[in-house]
């Protein structure tokens, strides 16, 4: 969610919100079992959360570190690590979600959000996954589809040329294996479907949050980006053939 954050003497700082209480309580048991690849906790007072500063690069200079297998997948073997720990967590009996339960087999807590820019990258290496603010319990294949649908990417090619700043139209059939096989052991799922699952639930959680007049939500569903996303669901489906795995 978009919030000002501020960075000080390796202390992130950012206001907290009603779900920030379990997004610490699932850090702390992720970091409990050895992970340093997510934030450290360490607290929320007056408002205000505060997690440890991970170093790397992240945000719009994350698309740079995955163009290669490599970064790739990286970033496939981290969230399954991430996905893997998790699932031995016991939520909190008052838990608030980011982003609405999905029901299914093999749930685990999901980021809800896992793109490039929310990696912590390193030498084309994504090393730490930030951003938890959509914690939610899903299907882990509900994390690989939005992940798939970025690292791919499963867009026009005028996106990957110009936003993903790929050098060349990607093969994204072969990036779609390169992650999911990163990832391993997922039960075999139809690659389109999935992807446009979560998008149609992304865009479901998007105009809620807008009709609830929160930011950047708000301003996103009237500057259209409900009808973007429509139409990206719509180039995914009539590229079914080109996409899949």
Not at 19 to 35: E, K, N
Not at 153 to 160: C, Q, T, Y
Request: net charge negative.
């Amino acid at each position: 969610m978009h919030r000002p954050v501020v960075i000080e003497d390796g202390v992130v700082s950012r206001p907290a919100g009603k779900h920030t209480a379990t997004v610490h309580s699932y850090l702390r048991h992720l970091r409990a079992q050895g992970l340093e690849c997510v934030p450290e906790p360490l607290g929320v007072a007056d408002g205000t959360e505060t997690l440890r500063f991970i170093e790397g690069a992240d945000g719009g200079d994350g698309w740079w570190h995955q163009h290669t297998d490599q970064g790739l997948a990286s970033a496939a073997r981290l969230l399954r690590r991430i996905h893997d720990a998790g699932a031995g967590w016991s939520p909190p009996e008052d838990a608030v979600w980011g982003a609405r339960p999905v029901a299914g087999e093999d749930v685990v807590p999901c980021h809800g959000d896992p793109g490039p820019w929310n990696f912590i990258w390193r030498d084309q290496e994504a090393v730490a996954l930030i951003d938890w603010d959509y914690l939610h319990p899903a299907p882990r294949v509900t994390d690989v589809a939005y992940a798939l649908r970025w690292f791919a990417p499963l867009r026009a090619d005028e996106h990957a040329l110009e936003w993903h700043h790929f050098p060349e139209v990607p093969d994204r059939a072969a990036r779609v294996r390169t992650f999911v096989e990163a990832y391993g052991d997922l039960p075999d799922f139809d690659v389109v479907d999935a992807v446009v699952e979560r998008m149609q639930a992304v865009i479901e959680l998007m105009r809620d949050l807008a009709a609830r007049g929160v930011e950047p939500q708000r301003t996103w569903v009237a500057d259209g980006a409900v009808e973007a996303d429509l139409e990206e669901i719509a180039w995914i489906e009539q590229h079914r053939e080109m996409l899949g795995r």
